[in-house]
T-cell receptor, first 110, second 117 residues
């Protein structure tokens, strides 16, 4: 069975400081990893997919298979980045189910 | 594009009544939709996978007779919480996969808050 672990429930940083949200997973095969974000009073929305290798809103995430990690990083946090962030894993190529981590609440202070 | 709606956005009901929640994909077709439950300050827990034209697949520990799912069309899935009790109070979220896209991301609805008195 697959598992996604986000060790930090809360993360508080100052505006302009770097922010890193940790995500570790356990899965025996080759997973697909995602980061979803939920801003206050808004629905959950996709932020990043590891297969895209893209930067969205200044965020990047690299899949490290050796460390089974998919940490989310941004060099300069902005106040509008305050939100709940979920790491998610999709295990099987023919199965679109997602397993979510517990989530990390990020607060960016001025 | 890829908008998913849910109705109602919130509902309060008496214990013992049944509540139906609708999930619609507004601008795409979805053969597969998912129903999640989220408790305050906790993660999303997948309840079941809703498949258009066939029976839903329930996750372990989820009572299929309690949470009835019907996916009658390519744009609509419904979740009925039967004989609701206070412990069923939660935030229910659906998501849908756009079958027309190669990417495998899910698009989420805004959620339905259920309070059972």
């Amino acid at each position: 069975a697959q598992r996604v672990t986000q060790p930090e429930k809360l993360l508080s940083v100052f505006k302009g400081a770097p922010v890193e949200l940790k995500c570790n997973y356990s899965y025996s095969g080759s997973p697909e990893l995602f980061w979803y974000v939920q801003y206050s009073r808004q629905r959950l929305q996709l932020l990043l997919r590891h297969i895209s290798r893209e930067s969205i809103k200044g965020f990047t995430a690299d899949l490290n298979k050796g460390e089974t990690s998919f940490h989310l990083k941004k060099p300069f946090a902005q106040e509008e980045d305050s939100a709940m962030y979920y790491c998610a894993l999709r295990a099987c190529s023919n199965d679109y189910k997602l397993s979510f981590g517990a989530g990390t609440t990020v607060t960016v202070r001025a | 594009g890829a908008v998913v709606s849910q109705h109602p956005s919130w509902v309060i009901c008496k214990s013992g009544t049944s509540v139906k929640i609708e999930c619609r994909s507004l601008d795409f077709q979805a053969t597969t939709m998912f129903w999640y439950r989220q408790f305050p300050k906790q993660s999303l827990m997948l309840m079941a996978t809703s498949n258009e034209g066939s029976k839903a697949t329930y996750e372990q520990g989820v009572e299929k007779d309690k949470f009835l799912i019907n996916h009658a069309s390519l744009t609509l899935s419904t979740l009925t919480v039967t004989s609701a009790h206070p412990e069923d109070s939660s935030f229910y979220i659906c998501s849908a996969r756009d079958q027309g896209r190669l990417e495998k991301a899910q698009y989420f609805g805004p959620g339905t808050r259920l309070l059972v008195l």
